[in-house]
């Protein structure tokens, strides 16, 4: 079966795929307007789930990977204000096994916001990440 192809939409006259408005809602939820997201790096993270995923990208994936890139995005005080302790410290514990698995899906979030240049500067420092 081939794969669905993801739609930014065109003139209003096509509308934006389904994945990318979950990932467009899932963002909200965690404090992280849309549209301090390139539209380049919302379709790069909606292609890495479905290269996660079999088939499509279950609906309640996509809670978790807006909250990564939340703590990516915004910071660990920022995602902490916004959305407790308890999940800056889930997104905490994601990065740091994402650095030590190496190739995972989570490390795969984590270098797209570190080469897409979205990543707060405070988490680069925090973890002692690069791009290398």
Not at 5 to 32: I, K, N, P, T, W
Not at 35 to 57: R, S
Not at 73 to 88: C, D, V
Request: aromatic fraction near 6%.
């Amino acid at each position: 079966m081939a794969r669905r192809r993801s739609s930014l939409g065109f003139l209003e006259m096509f509308g934006r795929s389904g994945d990318l408005r979950q990932l467009d809602a899932a963002l909200r939820d965690v404090d992280l307007h849309p549209a301090l997201m390139p539209e380049g790096a919302k379709l790069t993270i909606v292609n890495l789930m479905k290269d996660h995923w079999p088939d499509e990208p279950p609906a309640q994936a996509y809670p978790p990977v807006a909250q990564l890139l939340g703590y990516c995005i915004a910071g660990p005080e920022a995602f902490e204000q916004s959305n407790g302790l308890q999940l800056r410290l889930d997104a905490e514990r994601r990065l740091e096994a994402a650095l030590e698995a190496g190739d995972s899906f989570d490390a795969q979030i984590i270098l797209m916001t570190l080469h897409a240049k979205l990543i707060s500067g405070e988490v680069v420092e925090r973890h002692g990440l690069n791009a290398e």
